[in-house]
């Protein structure tokens, strides 16, 4: 079976740094690309950006480059969202989700999500 | 970046009706990259339909996607009280990726 189980939920103050993992299991891990997505409370989705885990190329998103950074190792099949400086405005939930590497895929399937909260 | 607008924001019906979401993006999405999901509360987002058309595995085949260009459909034949939820539309045809806002679809 497929899946990707991601780390707990976090409480940081603002300047915080923070990292935050998607493992998975159940299928070849550099075959696949993982993406990031932020859901700020009780709004819509946002994709951040992806990686590939085979040569940890990335793209991410216009709206969060700069902001984040997306990391992975392909040696323990596991997937990273990090912060250097965290702003109360991060807090989300945060989902990380499988695709098709190297063509445009759908996503499928998804973390269970880590919810990070930012506050003094 | 392509915007997708879905609408209604909020559907009320009772189980057993059909529902008809809508989709439409700012411009064409190359080749039908257009998927959608489904999203209870406190659960992650879960694939419904991708290509446009082609229903996710374990998908009923009450949930059926079509359209293609700039509008896309996706419908649900005869509503159970599990589809009670928020769906959201995303292409994945032209980074970024994007997602609609979501329709609520609620018990009338």
């Known amino acids: 079976e497929v899946q990707l189980v991601q780390s707990g939920a976090e409480v940081k103050k603002p300047g915080e740094s923070l990292r935050i993992s998607c493992r998975v299991s159940?299928?070849?891990?550099?075959?696949?690309?993982i993406s990031w997505v932020r859901q700020m409370p009780g709004k819509g989705l946002e994709w951040m950006g992806r990686i590939d885990p085979s040569d940890s190329y990335i793209n991410y998103s216009p709206s969060f480059q700069g902001h984040v950074t997306i990391s992975a190792d392909k040696s323990i099949g596991t997937a990273y969202l990090q912060w250097s400086s965290l702003k109360a405005s991060d807090t989300a939930m945060y989902y990380c989700?499988?695709?098709?590497?190297?063509?445009?895929?759908?996503?499928?399937?998804w973390g269970q999500g880590t919810l990070v909260t930012v506050s003094s | 970046e392509i915007v997708l607008t879905q609408s209604p924001g909020t559907l009320s019906l009772s189980p057993g009706e059909r529902a008809t979401l809508s989709c439409r993006a700012s411009q064409s999405v190359s080749s039908s990259f257009l998927a959608w999901y489904q999203q209870k509360p406190g659960q992650a987002p879960r694939l419904l339909i991708y290509g446009a058309s082609s229903r996710g595995t374990g998908i009923p085949d009450r949930f059926s996607g079509s359209g293609s260009g700039t509008d896309f459909t996706l419908t649900i034949s005869r509503l159970e009280p599990e589809d009670f939820a928020v769906y959201y539309c995303q292409q994945y045809g032209t980074s970024p990726i994007t997602f609609g806002q979501g329709t609520r679809l609620a018990i009338k």
């Open positions: 159940g299928y070849i891990f550099t075959n696949y690309w």
């Open positions: 989700a499988r695709h098709e590497a190297g063509v445009k895929s759908w996503f499928d399937p």
